[in-house]
């Protein structure tokens, strides 16, 4: 069946671009159909163009006697990517079609962790010695463009114990004079990244040293390999969506978002939906307590969204602006109290301009006659104020300081999501709310 | 005063990393102070580490006289934005204190959007012509290696109407045979880049190309200038801190957390806050119409927080979800049916599990006798079910559709903010329970 379609398109070539746009839409076997379509160039660009979990999924995909090419056409960091992305029990079969040299070096990158600079570096790079001379190495490199490297324009520095020495790029060697010594020309205050250093932090070093290639050490100091830009760029993309879909209060899809199955899909939700459902359940709890109160006044009830849901939203204003401010490095947990103190003078302003806004949106409503609050109607403007400065002061500072507290006891800031705040925000407001009404309202309409 | 310090302090050299790590917490004057005391070396490195208003601010906080220096050390795209983060009335002065040629490219640069290619690219690249030889190419582009150009590892190949022909890597080159012309080594299917193209979008080309630079063109196909791989890292950055800021409900802070003032933070954050505020109003409007309902049966009250928090977090999680997948490209508007069929199968399943755990509560609580709600306690148990699948379904769907529809409408998707996507489902979600409540409960319990 196939094999007749690409027979029958023989000739007829399908642009890349086409079949880009096409992707998602298609199931594997549609995929493999289209990819034999391309043109031979145009496949291999495809290809390596391709996310690693669709690599894996095409070579899967295609009859096994077709799967080799492909898979000895990536270098040893995405070919541990394409294993990696594929099921536990297909590891083997993927990592059997690479040449043996590639296996070994696939192999040693997938004993660390994916989000490691290890997981993430190529042991391919071009090596030179101090001793050489600045033409020996410049033939030296040039003789190396042949080969897989990820990068010929840093040539790396090593002694006999792989122990990295300096790093002369190419353009140092051209403005060298040729004569010279490596050894003179090398840069020696290398930034080096270890080999257990986690990729987001790799990411902040890239951002901070525009830098083309890291190289990656071990502990005892022996070059394992390097970390190129074109896997940082992905990796802050990854990164940061892994922390938006967090915010938004999911698991990370770890996949486009088209391309997750709707069942794939309510699980990554549904846990954290039902885990928010069961803490706002309290929230039940705590208005089993307050229904005297709302017996007594009805009128309190019609508050109850408003002030809670303002808790919320200035908690998810400041979660999220710190959560960020982590994740770039910005904020640290030693700086706890600096953020308290600002997020108490923001909490301050902000809910004292909304308790402002709601105090007088009942005053006024009063006297134009829409509504009708009775007569201690101004009682209820000051309860409502009072109550929304509580709340937003306190959604602020619990949503400023949740992500440092849960960095402190080890976990990821970002689970501190914009509805986990506002979960937690709302049964403290619902408390401040009737706590604020029984001083100063109810006990007066009694 | 400052030229004391710098004297008592002579031969003590101040670490560039411990002034890196305090840069956050000094004034102007302490930041020049400790820029002083950097060794010669390290404080040009350093300098070219800091972000372009950090460099703004430093080179306007010196003496006149000791300006200059800094603002020629800059690349004319950096120049661009040190000038461009200044306040408009001393831009001039800034711009001054570039050399001739240097001025004219800043000031071409500078016509352009920031946010755009153009706004990014460096004009200084490697031009070549198609009749060299691949040995003349060579040694001409290692003569500009002196030059400050971004980067010497691509040649352009241009006409004499400065149009691209194609491109050249020094690898290519470096493969070829030396006799051979550069017309023929070139690749000629070069990815290109409009120089008013949204730098997201720029960012998007690269982590998809794994490109070290792209070539940005005018409408008329001439080359003006090359976007590089480091500049993109921080866009990347950059363009992910606005989503997740503008997705937690506040403007885009432009700054690091901790270098915005206090009130500059204020602002940037209760504008939104009102809006959100206001907006919030409506569900005391809505309540409003429906004390008699409340006052008839005050245990309605009690599930209100839960229904419309539920509604909130399903809507936090779909809008995130979605507005990433559109920043990515994975999601375009003409993506809206799909998406609106995803959202519609996950809101009714994750509304049905929340509503079974809701309505399996009540009744738990009722028959363990923690909660007294009456004898219709299944019927009321029934709604609050009912209403949370319907406030789930409502909230995910509303979440998903917004960001499509304000693209469509040639707004940031990343306007719809978690926290407006909770106040919009906060109204509705009222009207769904209280009208469940109307249909299911109340005429029996009346």
Do not use: C
């Amino acid at each position: 069946m196939n094999d007749q379609l690409v027979e029958t398109n023989f000739g007829e070539r399908l642009p890349a671009e086409d079949l880009k746009d096409a992707w998602r839409l298609l199931d594997s076997a549609e995929r493999v159909d289209g990819f034999r379509l391309l043109a031979p160039a145009d496949a291999h660009e495809f290809f390596l163009g391709l996310a690693a979990h669709d690599q894996t999924d095409l070579i899967l995909s295609l009859p096994p006697n077709e799967r080799r090419p492909w898979m000895r056409l990536l270098p040893p960091d995405d070919a541990a990517d394409v294993i990696q992305a594929a099921d536990e029990a297909r590891r083997g079969e993927l990592s059997s079609l690479l040449d043996d040299i590639s296996r070994r070096e696939v192999t040693s990158l997938l004993a660390y962790a994916e989000d490691d600079a290890g997981g993430l570096m190529s042991p391919r790079f071009a090596r030179v010695r101090p001793e050489m001379s600045v033409d020996e190495a410049i033939t030296y490199m040039r003789k190396q463009v042949n080969e897989k490297l990820e990068t010929i324009y840093y040539g790396y520095v090593l002694d006999g114990q792989q122990r990295l020495l300096g790093v002369v790029s190419f353009r140092d060697l051209f403005s060298a004079k040729g004569a010279a010594k490596v050894a003179d020309v090398m840069k020696t205050d290398v930034i080096t990244v270890p080999d257990t250093m986690d990729q987001e932090a790799v990411g902040r070093l890239f951002a901070e040293h525009d830098l083309m290639a890291l190289p990656v050490v071990d502990s005892s100091g022996r070059m394992k390999g390097i970390v190129t830009f074109d896997d940082i760029v992905q990796v802050v993309q990854e990164e940061a969506t892994e922390d938006i879909q967090k915010i938004g209060g999911s698991e990370a899809l770890d996949a486009p978002y088209l391309e997750v199955g709707v069942g794939a899909m309510i699980k990554k939700r549904a846990g954290w939906l039902i885990v928010l459902f069961l803490g706002e359940m309290l929230t039940a709890t705590a208005m089993g307590h307050f229904e005297e109160e709302i017996a007594a006044a009805v009128v309190l009830s019609i508050f109850i969204p408003l002030i809670i849901s303002s808790g919320g939203n200035s908690g998810s204003q400041a979660t999220t602006l710190v959560i960020r401010a982590m994740s770039l490095g910005e904020v640290r947990v030693r700086d706890w109290f600096r953020v308290m103190r600002r997020e108490i003078a923001s909490g301050f302003a902000l809910g004292g301009i909304l308790g402002v806004i709601g105090f007088v949106r009942i005053a006024l409503w009063q006297k134009m006659g829409v509504n009708d609050y009775g007569p201690d109607y101004l009682w209820l403007g000051v309860t409502v104020g009072l109550a929304l400065l509580g709340v937003v002061l306190w959604g602020t500072l619990s949503g400023a300081m949740l992500p440092l507290a849960l960095r402190r006891l080890g976990f990821d800031p970002a689970s501190a999501s914009a509805p986990l705040v506002a979960t937690l925000v709302d049964v403290t407001g619902l408390v401040i709310y009737f706590s604020a009404a029984a001083a100063l309202y109810l006990n007066r309409s009694a």
